[in-house]
C-alpha cells in the first residue's frame, strides 16, 4: 500500500519513515511515498494528489503481481505502466468519439440558431 509524508527539513530516514502521512508540506514540496515496497521523494505542488497518484500505480503493480508469476520489481513496473496506458487509451478515445445523439443535438441546435439568426438579420 502506498503512503506518504511530506519531507521534513532536518529529520533523519528512521524519524521520516516512523511518521507517515501526518507531516506538514515543506517549502521544497517534497512528499516521500512507498509504491510497492519502495520508497520515493517527490516534488509537487499538491501533496495530496501526488499520494493518490502513487496510491494508484501501487494498487497497480500489486494487481500485477498477483496475476503473474514474476518478482522482477522492473518488468512488473512497466506491466502495470502498460494496464494505466490501456485505461487511459480507452477512456480518450471514448471521450473523443461523441455519443450518436450528442451530434444529432448539436447538429439540430446549430440549425434552429442559423434560422434565428436569420431572421434576426431579415428584421433587424
Known sequence: MATASKEPGTQDAMTKSAQ??????TASG????????????????DADYILKLAEYV?????????????????????????NIADEY???KRRLDKPAPD??????????ALDEVLQDGRRTG
Do not use: W
Open 102 to 111: 450528442a451530434q444529432q443535438r448539436a447538429s439540430k441546435l446549430a440549425s
Open 58 to 82: 501501487d494498487g497497480k503493480m500489486r494487481a500485477v503481481s498477483e496475476q503473474t508469476a514474476t518478482v522482477d520489481s522492473v518488468r512488473l513496473a512497466v506491466l502495470a505502466a502498460l
Open 20 to 25: 507517515a502521512d501526518s507531516l506538514p508540506a
Open 30 to 45: 517534497s512528499v516521500r511515498v512507498e509504491i510497492f515496497d519502495q520508497v520515493y521523494n517527490l516534488r509537487g505542488s
Open 89 to 91: 487509451h480507452l477512456l
